[in-house]
């Protein structure tokens, strides 16, 4: 018998190590676990084919094993549709639009922890487990939720997981926050989990191959890729670009560029077709400004504030001012200008291990 | 946790007799039917008697059944059968939109490769009209394949009209009867039927076993090529273990068939009353009377049908919606949807298909489980709210 104070809970099983462990670890744990496969997205049967990594039909496979090793129902949801039209069209739309986009946040957001959240109460569970190195804890003080990196600070996953609701935190847990990388793979090899010693996804889930040009290609056609002129900031044209989405802010190379100082990509110009191209020194920025800002640690930013930004998940964090600016969106003021500020990215705030909030970069200053 | 199983459109259990009669086959008796010698001669017999009682159960001749690998391949022979060995006379085909995918993914493969189809659409009851099937056929129409009873509403189709009008125009009729033997009775003598296609893993006996009647002197070409097995209708050493079970379990449909039949419809009405009784806001879809004796499918307003599904299942009880088929993607049913049925309620749709082996005490579990559910994920359906407020002021 379970006892009533565990309850249900669902976890999002992916197939791989992560999930698979956080499963096990909740049903040694005394809950009554559900697990759930999203399947996501379709991939191409060519025989060639890479398969793109995550929900293909062998992670699902892998996922329902897992399930049966455990000894925990397993169910397939389908949330096709939804992933096309809020994650897919998102990144196409983003990079058409000249911005990089992070689907990995917006599938938390619109995804995870939205529909498949809503599914798994609708299955009578308390709360939906996913294998994100984070931590979720209730502030007595504050009466807040707040969310904080994963102990394990090479995997922390916090980054993607900005734009969560108190609403969604109070039902979901992280059953791997406490632990790293290295204690799960452990974990994973002594309950005898058949995903062990599964590699690791690394690329974009519904790209196979990271090949992003030939991905763009397909849905909407070679015509997106218009060659036009890499400029200056002054407007001199240095070059030739073989179609704006090939680019991204802070690339260096595939610029062709015969210059004696290398050059980077600083903005895409949609409008004009071009590459705005500089030397490293212009690539810098003091600052940026984001929008669609979510905070956690409180409801909102009331005045100016100091606070560490991480604007790509890679990135080791810079020190920053914070402020309100119009309509909800934020100020952030650089200590130290950073390199490569990206529209389309995240910029996530910090204060220790706790996460502020965060917003998407509209643009760098 | 107490299991019910109300699944058996999608599959049945071996009925016990079937399994008893089966197993002298596969070590004792295991010869090749078509060997000359007491191996091959001594399962002769059976195959024969075992032909005999599938025959009976249709009221056809012996001759006119032959045994196949399941149900879907005998409508794959069926369609491309007659498409193939007519070919010169026309290449026109009628169906309806509710057909299984086995019927409708074979019409659309032949599309592929010229042939015309008609898809006749049915109405919010799932019954085609019988002056549009008149009015579809041409000279070039070779071939009529309309089922017998639909396997996700259980709606009866009116075979001995449709089959009449197929004989005015000599064309041929094929009828996927999967689901309607053994519940319906069938009697090939006055039905104008040219061919029946059957199931065995509906009917209590193992999956990978199936059969065939054709009318004597219907042309087809096979599709699978070999031995002169089945009167060179069908090559393949014959599943002597199945062909058995599939005999066996034709006779019990027989010597049963009206206490199965009774049993079942007031299981299933019982199952139907009390939902209505404890429920609001639920629809039958599919013909009120005209019907399956152990199909029920209800849409439960306002709610997911996957959803209902799952919370059932979790609680033991074994219910579909869609065919099991393409359950993979729990997409809402193109039968659904053919009988005009709005989008939201195709997507609550359950089905209780009930057995041989249901009883009253599963009947009561599921009363008492279902409503709960329901009202749990009504309490948080945004749609159920939106009903309710607009309904209050």
Redesign the interface.
């Known amino acids: 018998m379970v006892p009533k104070e565990k309850g249900r809970v669902a976890v999002a099983m992916s197939g791989g190590v992560d999930s698979s462990t956080a499963a096990a670890l909740l049903k040694n744990d005394g809950y009554e676990v559900?697990g759930l496969t999203m399947?996501l997205w379709d991939q191409k049967l060519d025989d060639q084919e890479d398969m793109g990594r995550c929900c293909s039909p062998e992670d699902i496979r892998d996922a329902r094993r897992v399930a049966d090793q455990i000894g925990i129902?397993h169910?397939?949801v389908?949330l096709?549709q939804a992933f096309e039209e809020e994650v897919v069209n998102y990144f196409v739309e983003a990079y058409l639009s000249g911005r990089t986009p992070n689907p990995c946040i917006r599938c938390n957001d619109r995804i995870k922890f939205w529909r498949l959240l809503r599914?798994a109460?609708?299955?009578?569970a308390r709360a939906l487990a996913t294998g994100h190195y984070a931590r979720i804890e209730l502030d007595p003080l504050k009466e807040r939720y707040v969310l904080r990196r994963g102990v394990d600070r090479n995997k922390d996953q916090s980054y993607f997981l900005f734009t969560m609701t108190q609403d969604q935190m109070a039902r979901v847990l992280f059953p791997l926050g406490e632990k790293s990388k290295a204690e799960v793979r452990q974990q994973a090899l002594k309950l005898g989990l058949r995903v062990a010693r599964k590699r690791e996804s690394q690329e974009i889930c519904f790209i196979p191959d990271d090949n992003y040009r030939r991905f763009m290609e397909e849905r909407k056609g070679k015509e997106i890729f218009r060659p036009g002129e890499i400029v200056n900031r002054q407007g001199k044209v240095l070059g030739f670009h073989r179609g704006l989405h090939s680019y991204t802010v802070g690339q260096r190379r595939g610029l062709g560029i015969a210059a004696p100082h290398p050059h980077y990509v600083l903005a895409l110009d949609t409008c004009k077709n071009q590459v705005v191209a500089g030397r490293k020194e212009e690539l810098m920025a003091n600052g940026l400004i984001a929008g669609g800002v979510n905070w956690i640690s409180f409801p909102k930013l009331e005045g100016k504030m100091e606070a560490w930004v991480q604007i790509r998940y890679r990135h080791p964090g810079a020190l920053a001012v914070i402020s309100p600016g119009d309509d909800g969106k934020v100020m952030v003021d650089l200590k130290i200008p950073q390199k490569a500020v990206t529209p389309g990215q995240a910029a996530v705030f910090y204060q220790g291990d706790e996460v502020l909030g965060g917003g998407w970069i509209e643009k760098a200053f | 946790m107490r299991r019910v199983y109300m699944d058996h459109n999608a599959t049945t259990p071996v009925h016990p007799e079937v399994l008893a009669a089966m197993m002298p086959f596969f070590q004792d008796q295991f010869g090749n039917a078509s060997s000359i010698h007491w191996a091959g001669r001594e399962v002769k017999k059976y195959l024969d008697e075992a032909r005999e009682k599938v025959a009976a159960l249709l009221n056809a001749s012996p001759e006119e059944v032959i045994f196949t690998g399941c149900g879907t391949e005998s409508d794959n022979m069926a369609i491309k059968g007659v498409a193939f060995a007519l070919r010169e006379r026309g290449q026109h085909i009628i169906t309806t939109q509710v057909e299984h995918h086995a019927v409708l993914h074979t019409c659309q493969f032949l599309e592929k490769i010229g042939y015309k189809v008609t898809y006749l659409p049915v109405d919010g009851d799932g019954l085609i009209d019988l002056e549009e099937l008149r009015r579809s056929i041409t000279d070039e129409t070779v071939l009529i394949t309309i089922m017998f009873a639909n396997n996700e509403t259980g709606t009866i189709f009116p075979v001995q009209e449709i089959g009449e009008i197929a004989r005015e125009r000599g064309v041929i009729f094929h009828t996927d009867s999967v689901q309607a033997v053994g519940k319906l009775p069938i009697d090939l003598q006055r039905l104008p039927v040219d061919i029946l296609s059957l199931s065995g893993h509906k009917l209590y006996s193992p999956k990978g076993i199936g059969a065939q009647y054709i009318r004597k002197g219907t042309k087809m070409t096979s599709l699978i090529h070999g031995g002169a097995q089945e009167r060179n209708r069908r090559a393949g050493t014959e599943n002597i273990p199945y062909i058995i079970g599939l005999g066996k379990a034709s006779e019990i449909a027989l010597r049963d068939f009206q206490k199965r039949r009774t049993h079942l419809t007031a299981l299933r009405d019982r199952l139907h009353q009390e939902f209505i009784q404890r429920i609001p806001h639920v629809q039958l879809n599919g013909h009120a009377t005209q019907r399956l004796p152990n199909t029920l499918n209800l849409s439960f307003l306002y709610i997911?049908g996957?959803?209902l599904l799952?919370?059932l299942?979790?609680e033991g009880i074994a219910v579909s919606s869609g065919s099991a088929c393409t359950s993979?993607?729990?997409?809402p049913s193109h039968v659904l949807l053919a009988m005009g049925i709005p989008h939201e309620i195709a997507q609550s749709a359950i089905r209780f298909s009930l057995g041989w082996n249901n009883t009253e005490e599963d009947v009561d579990y599921v009363v008492e489980v279902l409503p709960r559910i329901v009202q749990?994920?009504r309490d948080?359906s945004p749609l159920y709210h939106k009903m309710t407020s607009t309904v209050n002021t």
């Open positions: 559900i399947h129902p169910y397939v389908n096709r599914k109460e609708e299955l009578g | 997911e996957e959803s799952l919370n299942d979790l993979g993607s729990l997409e749990r994920l948080i």
